[in-house]
């Protein structure tokens, strides 16, 4: 058999016409489909299926290249682009959920003689047309359309806003008491005789972990929660209201029961009992950190009677440094951007058994973005059962690390192509925002997280429904794999493959040591600043608070165990209210089910080919195939629990 082959990319300022046809021959491609389907209903329920499943195929070809390149192409007129891309594909993707002579195709299928997996896509089909609005009248569908239309442009402008609004101070160089050499040395003065300092991630991280001057941490701080503000304050609003309005016509009480359907936690009103278990758990080793790092500023400010955000990450570092021996300048100097790249792809090639080939062939999008082909040693099976020898490609990743001006400022995977097996090749893009020179630990860890998403997009992208390609498992299952990843960021052993400093050192064991313990101080205070998080996402939408910022100053006293900063509005740079919507529980959700997979793993034998070959398999070869508690059940031998999760907190 032919072997696949990736997706061949145009020139960078070839791009908006290639996004322009492309749109249009798969919007063209899936209107042909879906009107055969209908003039002429195969009847056989398999065979409809297939020509559903061109259909996904045939939209995903547009809305992947679009989403990613209106989040990370140079040129804003290619981004420009790929919004008008994803518009169009949600226009004919609401159109045919409520197409009732397309439903009536799929409601006159007789599924019993249909393969679990493929009556598991029907079923999944099924469900979708319910939750479109097929089953409501004329009056009701016309308005779930025009809500469907506007949420998607709501939703790209709140992205826009954030990704283009990058915020800065001036500070003399005399505030950069602290700073690390290399930092001073990237930011030299200005003609005005000072140091701009902005709110991208190299920037401001490093900033706000190691500054001296209170007053300009201050200033940043500011900057960084103010974000997307005026702008999205309106949109916000509009978006809650938007949601909750289908939510109502779709019969649902609230927007987080409707979204949360779909989702492991079944109903809304699970979300805030887990918000406030996690808080709960989370509160007397919370408080503990918390009090030590005001005891520490009182060393500095004896008047003070509290700690902000403001100077949590500088004085944290302090108590890391002078109590946990733990020196964060020291560490970063381990952590050459370089050689942490090479160091990822050997981890997860041996953890995997995978090789990462340079793919000369691919045309990139940024001189900075590298692009490797991906081989399997071994054989990975997915739905269909059938296995990736290790001649066999399995797909292409671009890893695009760096920022740059009208590029997405935080860190996330996206597709470029959804594999289907036999068809076509998964290809994904990891876009992140690192420093090119030497990288804190913490944003090793961010980089390890996120490749995570990748592998799973590419060892999960061989099913045979485009429906259950890659990461297509419930919405709070999909951070677990990324955040067991994170394991292997803070394995002695694994850091001293890669992390070697300038003289040529590895990382002693000892200072490794020493992170982790300097890592799990604090855990519980960020335990409960994600509930924050988590409960401004749930009651911003179950609530539509006519002030967004009163209600998140609350929340933040309810929750956070750090006070409101006055002045700020950090909902308006909080992207994941339009991405994770009601839902944004999830990560911790994972993060319990996480440190129950890695249970299965010895720390003293991470790369157990044994263990790994089980859990690449079982759960990330596979999928959506299954619901993911049936994956991790099938992986541990037994249903997930909260114990892993609690003992950890309680360390």
């Not at 079923?123 to 047309?129: A, H, K, L, V």
């Not at 005789?193 to 701080?221: N, Q, W």
């Not at 960084?224 to 016509?249: I, M, S, T, Y």
């Not at 700690?307 to 108590?319: H, P, Q, S």
Request: glycine share 8%.
């Amino acid at each position: 058999m032919t072997e696949l082959q990736p997706l061949h990319l145009p020139a960078a300022a070839d791009m908006r016409p290639w996004l322009a046809d492309r749109a249009t021959a798969g919007l063209d491609r899936a209107r042909a489909l879906v009107a055969g389907l209908k003039a002429d209903p195969p009847g056989d329920a398999l065979a409809t299926l297939q020509i559903w499943n061109d259909v996904e195929i045939a939209l995903g070809s547009v809305a992947s290249p679009g989403s990613l390149f209106s989040e990370v192409h140079p040129e804003g007129a290619v981004r420009e682009q790929g919004e008008l891309a994803i518009q169009e594909v949600q226009k004919l993707s609401t159109a045919l959920g409520l197409d009732r002579q397309l439903y009536d195709v799929f409601a006159a299928l007789d599924p019993s003689g249909l393969e679990p997996a493929d009556a598991r896509l029907l079923e999944r089909t099924m469900r979708d047309f319910h939750r479109s609005g097929v089953d409501r009248d004329e009056q009701t569908r016309a308005r779930i359309t025009v809500i469907n239309e506007r949420l998607t442009l709501v939703g790209q402008e709140i992205s826009k806003n954030i990704r283009e609004d990058v915020r800065s101070i001036s500070v003399d160089p005399e505030s950069l008491v602290g700073m690390p050499p290399d930092w001073i040395a990237a930011r030299p003065a200005g003609p005005d005789g000072l140091v701009t300092v902005t709110s991208d991630y190299p920037d401001s991280v490093p900033f706000r972990t190691f500054c001296a001057d209170a007053v300009a941490r201050r200033e940043l701080a500011v900057a960084c929660l103010n974000v997307g503000w005026p702008k999205n304050d309106p949109l916000l609003h509009e978006l809650f209201a938007l949601r909750q309005e289908l939510a109502g016509l779709l019969g649902y009480a609230t927007w987080a029961d409707f979204d949360a359907e779909v989702k492991m936690i079944k109903k809304g009103s699970a979300i805030p009992e887990f918000i406030a278990k996690i808080a709960a758990a989370a509160a007397e080793s919370g408080q503990r950190d918390r009090d030590a790092l005001l005891a520490r500023l009182r060393q500095d400010d004896p008047e003070a009677s509290t700690i902000d955000t403001a100077d949590v990450a500088f004085y944290a570092n302090l108590v890391s440094k002078e109590q946990l021996e733990v020196d964060a300048q020291l560490v970063r100097t381990y952590f050459d951007f370089t050689a942490v790249r090479a160091g990822l792809l050997e981890v997860t090639g041996r953890l995997f058994g995978l090789r990462y080939k340079p793919a000369p062939d691919a045309v990139v999008w940024d001189p900075a973005v590298a692009a490797y082909d991906v081989y399997c040693s071994g054989a990975v099976t997915g739905e269909s059962g059938e296995g990736a020898d290790g001649g066999q490609r399995l797909g292409r990743i671009y890893l695009d690390l760096h920022p740059r001006e009208g590029k997405y400022k935080h860190a996330a995977q996206f597709d470029l192509v959804t594999g289907v097996a036999g068809r076509q090749l998964p290809e994904g893009v990891l876009v992140c925002n690192f420093s090119s020179g030497l990288m804190e630990h913490d944003h090793v860890v961010t980089l390890f997280h996120e490749f995570g998403h990748l592998v799973h997009h590419i060892l999960g992208g061989h099913q045979r429904w485009a429906r259950f390609s890659g990461v297509s498992t419930e919405w709070d299952f999909v951070e677990a794999p990324s955040q067991m990843l994170e394991e292997w960021a803070w394995d002695a052993d694994v850091l001293r493959t890669f992390a070697i400093d300038a003289a040529g050192e590895q990382i002693p064991a000892e200072l490794v040591a020493k992170m982790r313990r300097a890592d799990d101080f604090g855990k519980g205070y960020q335990a409960r600043t994600q509930m924050f998080y988590a409960a401004m996402s749930y009651f911003f939408h179950t609530e539509q608070p006519a002030d967004l910022t009163e209600r998140t100053r609350e929340l933040q006293a309810a929750y956070s165990l750090f006070p409101y900063i006055r002045g700020t509005h950090m909902p308006c740079s909080f992207g994941h209210l339009e991405g994770y919507s009601s839902a944004y529980y999830t990560y911790m959700w994972s993060l319990v089910i996480a440190k129950d997979m890695f249970s299965a793993f010895d720390r003293a034998n991470m790369f157990d080919p044994v263990v790994a070959g089980r859990y690449r398999d079982r759960v990330l070869a596979r999928g959506g195939s299954a619901d993911a508690a049936d994956l991790v059940a099938d992986f541990l031998g037994r249903p997930y629990t909260f114990d892993a999760y609690a003992a950890w907190l309680a360390e």
